[in-house]
């Protein structure tokens, strides 16, 4: 008797959707100082290994991301203007046309604390709570339970910092400027988290948002994002208190020529040609019959 030849595993689901994609690098603003752990160099950009291990750091334990080695070119230059800017394409097939929610795969953001006061972190280090301002799932030390999130009004969202921070994962391939030195860099998937409010709320809801009006305009309802080309540009902002805080901008960085008008406009063009060349081939199936 041949032994049967077994494909999958029961259980095993949803890969290269949401986080089970798979990471090649991070992208973070700054780096973590070696022996104090706290944020530096935040005025360039870093390219890292997309797991976070493990690290002493002083006194204390805590998760860090290493640079990664087949970007050495990019972490060890000191031009700034090399080191601001990261140009992308997104990689998947995506739209708004169902809300955020069918954004997840390339983006995704919800409120999130790591850690939360008198619970036990995770054995797997998973994060204690996470929400959407109307329901959480929150571990109380033994298994993860649903409440009903109180959004800005939780007593974990209090004080500077709070221990529930909003969270976004935007996910892109790199992409090189082909007549740069750079062009011989990988070109992996990778994703960029930040917990800041105003990169979140004010940078790339708008900036996917606007994206959407626009096809919209054009009347391009079933467009993806497959194929745009972007860049994030690292700068400086004022905060609260007059302090001075890393911040980034985006936009779409098309070249010859080409605009989101002509992008969207195109794949319009392209799904008209579809249909009007499988639209005789399905009457003349009919006369046949």
């Known amino acids: 008797m041949k032994s ?14 949401g986080r089970k994609q798979a990471w090649g690098a991070a992208v973070t603003i700054g780096t ?23 690290k002493s750091v002083g006194n204390r334990s805590m998760l860090v991301r290493e640079n990664d080695p087949d970007f050495w070119r990019y972490n060890d230059s000191d031009k700034l203007e090399l080191r601001q800017q990261i140009r992308f394409h ?26 939360l006061p008198k619970i ?3 054995e797997n280090k998973y994060p204690t709570c996470t929400g959407d301002g109307k329901t959480a799932t929150r571990w109380d030390g033994k298994e993860f339970q649903e409440i009903k999130c109180p ?37 992996p998937l990778v994703k960029f988290e930040t917990h800041s409010w105003h990169n979140i709320d004010r940078v790339l809801l708008p900036f996917f948002a606007g994206i959407h009006k626009q096809a919209m305009a054009l009347g391009v309802n079933n467009y993806n994002l497959y194929g745009l080309p972007g860049v994030i540009k690292l700068g400086k902002r004022i905060a609260g208190k007059g302090s001075v805080v ?3 901008a985006i936009a779409t960085d098309f070249t010859n020529g080409q605009t989101l008008q002509s992008f969207f406009l195109g794949q319009k063009e392209y799904a008209e040609q579809i249909q009007a060349y499988t639209a005789p081939q399905i009457e003349m199936e009919i006369e046949d019959e």
């Open 4 to 17: 049967t030849p077994f494909q999958g595993i029961e259980g095993l689901t949803d890969h290269g959707t």
């Open 120 to 122: 036990p972190l995770h």
């Open 90 to 115: 997104i990689i998947h097939p995506v739209n708004m046309a169902d809300g955020w929610g069918s954004m997840a795969d390339c983006l995704s953001f919800s409120l999130k604390a790591f850690q």
């Open 151 to 187: 959004n800005a009004l939780c007593e974990f969202r209090q004080g500077r910092p709070s221990p529930c921070k909003p969270y976004a994962r935007f996910a892109f391939q790199l992409r090189w400027p082909q007549h740069e030195a750079w062009k011989v860099l990988p070109t």
């Open 32 to 54: 973590r100082h070696p022996q104090k752990g706290y944020p530096t160099d935040t005025e360039k950009f870093y390219i890292k290994k997309p797991q976070a291990i493990s």
């Open 246 to 248: 890393p911040s980034i």
